[in-house]
């Protein structure tokens, strides 16, 4: 099992940015893939970003393509997700997931374990 602890949200205005990161603990951090997603209330968690064991393959969701980065520290057991240009619709309830393996899935289904999750608010 692995712990996961988000930080990093905040309130920011549209067009800037946040950088979170997400510890992990209980399990070798570079088996596995690490996910973030995303939920708004009333919504459905949402796919954000992907990356590998190793930082060599990464995914992103259709909105975020170009605005947000995933990087990954083994080292320091940790994964960021860099987010610029943020928008109002960014805003959302945003979490942090460790996967079954190293292979990097898109769908919620492909976690094994959660965070609490750190809230992301972006002002017009």
């Known amino acids: 099992q692995v712990q996961l602890i988000e930080s990093g949200g905040g309130l920011v205005q549209a067009g800037g940015s946040l950088r979170l990161s997400c510890a992990a603990s209980?399990?070798?951090?570079?088996?596995?893939?690490m996910g973030w997603f995303r939920q708004a209330p009333g919504k459905e968690r949402e796919f954000v970003a992907a990356?590998?064991?190793?930082?060599?393959?990464?995914r992103y969701g259709d909105s975020v393509k170009g605005r947000f980065t995933i990087s990954r520290d083994n080292a320091k057991n940790t994964v960021y997700l860099q987010m610029n240009s943020l928008k109002p619709e960014d805003t959302a309830l945003y979490y942090c997931?460790?996967?079954?393996?190293?292979?990097?899935?898109?769908?919620?289904?492909?976690?094994?374990?959660w965070g609490q999750g750190t809230q992301v608010t972006v002002s017009s």
């Open positions: 209980g399990r070798t951090f570079s088996n596995y893939a």
């Open positions: 997931a460790a996967g079954f393996s190293s292979y990097l899935y898109t769908t919620v289904r492909g976690y094994a374990s």
């Open positions: 990356i590998n064991w190793n930082g060599g393959d990464t």
